[in-house]
C-alpha cells in the first residue's frame, strides 16, 4: 500500500497542525497505522498508533495529552491533531501501516508500509 503523508508546516510554540495519511490506491482497511518522527542525527522514533478499525489507541509518553490520532475509514485516511507544539517536536513526521500490526504497533519493524514523510518546525 502506498502512503501519502501532508499537513507540516512552520508553527509557533503552543500552535496547532493536523498532519494527514491517506492512501492513494486501495484501503487501509484492516490495517494499524502509526506515526513515527525523527529529527536532525536522532533516531525514528515512535509517536502514537492506532488499531483496525479504531479502537484501541497508544501514545508516547512525551506527546499524551497534547496529540490524537483518529481514523476515517471511508476516507482511508489516518489523522494525527498536533497541540500544544513544542521546539521539541520539530521533526519528520511519518506515517505507516501493516496488516500484520492491526492492533497497533510502537516500533519501526512492525510497520512495512511508509509514507514519505512530512516536516514539522516548530519555533520558540
Known amino acids: 500500500v502506498q502512503l501519502q503523508a501532508s499537513g507540516g508546516g512552520l508553527v509557533q510554540t503552543g500552535g496547532s497542525l ?3 495519511c491517506r492512501t492513494s490506491e486501495g484501503t487501509l482497511s484492516y490495517y494499524g ?4 518522527r525523527q529529527a536532525i542525527g536522532q533516531e525514528r522514533e515512535f509517536v502514537a498508533t492506532i488499531s483496525w478499525p479504531g ?17 476515517d475509514n471511508s476516507k482511508h485516511t489516518v489523522y494525527l491533531q498536533m497541540n500544544g507544539l513544542k521546539p521539541e ?4 513526521y511519518f506515517c505507516a ?3 500484520s500490526s492491526s492492533l497497533g504497533g510502537t516500533s519501526p519493524e512492525e510497520f512495512r508500509f511508509w509514507g514519505q514523510g512530512t516536516l514539522v518546525t516548530v519555533s520558540s
Open 55 to 71: 479502537t484501541k489507541l497508544r501514545y508516547a509518553n512525551s506527546v499524551k495529552g497534547r496529540f490524537i490520532i483518529s481514523r
Open 18 to 20: 493536523r498532519l494527514s
Open 33 to 36: 497505522m502509526a506515526w513515527f
Open 97 to 99: 501501516a501493516d496488516r
Open 89 to 92: 517536536d520539530t521533526a519528520v
